[in-house]
T-cell receptor, first 114, second 111 residues
């Protein structure tokens, strides 16, 4: 099925542990994004990649790193997880940055840091 | 960072009623999108509007972009339980193509 695939769907981490969230899209989109969604805060941009080989910080990048592995894949890494990073994480992709007519989102990763 | 205000924050109605939700900002948008998000899923794009005054229809949903491209509305006619979800607007402005998301309107339609 065409779309954005995120793994894992659920994860529980202990404070200080590290993990990588995986995202892959098969729509040949140039741009990919990582968001977090918290109650009452809406969707906030963590990092984005306008095209293969480039990454930029979004609104809330602290505590995260990203890698645009190729055109299809964009991963998000938490080096030392903190309880404040408990959230639902969404990956998204879009066709072209300059003419952004909307995103395709994955189904999310629910992360709990204890 | 531009601020998008969505109203109302919560809406609980009976099947068959009509409703309108709003998305407002002080910024001029180059484009604006509406999404619906169901529990446990990611947002799904409903529509993109780009021209001031533009009206788009998607079955029972009518989307309008303000003439000045600073606001938008979503009207649902004869709401059904399947319309239940979180409705998000997202707009890009100020030369950035990265949209900012509003906090959403949570809609519950009771049978």
């Amino acid at each position: 099925n065409a779309g954005v695939t995120q793994t894992p769907k659920f994860q529980v981490l202990k404070t200080g542990q590290s993990m990588t969230l995986q995202c892959a899209q098969d729509m040949n989109h140039n741009s990919m994004y990582w968001y977090r969604q918290d109650p009452g805060m809406g969707l906030r941009l963590i990092y984005y990649s306008a095209s293969e080989g480039t990454t930029d910080k979004g609104e809330v990048p602290n505590g995260y790193n990203v890698s645009r592995l190729n055109k299809r894949e964009f991963s998000l890494r938490l080096e030392s997880a903190a309880p404040s990073q408990t959230s639902v994480y969404f990956c998204a992709s879009s066709d072209s940055g300059r003419n952004n007519y909307g995103y395709t989102f994955g189904s999310g990763t629910r992360l709990t840091v204890v | 960072t531009q601020l998008l205000e969505q109203s109302p924050q919560f809406l609980s109605i009976q099947e068959g009623e009509n409703l309108t939700v709003y998305c407002n900002s002080s910024s001029v948008f180059s484009s604006l999108q509406w999404y619906r998000q169901e529990p446990g899923e990611g947002p799904v794009l409903l529509v993109t509007v780009v021209t001031g005054g533009e009206v788009k229809k998607l079955k029972r949903l009518t989307f309008q972009f303000g003439d000045a491209r600073k606001d938008s509305s979503l009207h649902i006619t004869a709401a059904q339980p399947g319309d239940t979800g979180l409705y998000l607007c997202a707009g890009a402005s100020g030369g950035s193509y990265i949209p900012t998301f509003g906090r959403g309107t949570s809609l519950i339609v009771h049978p």
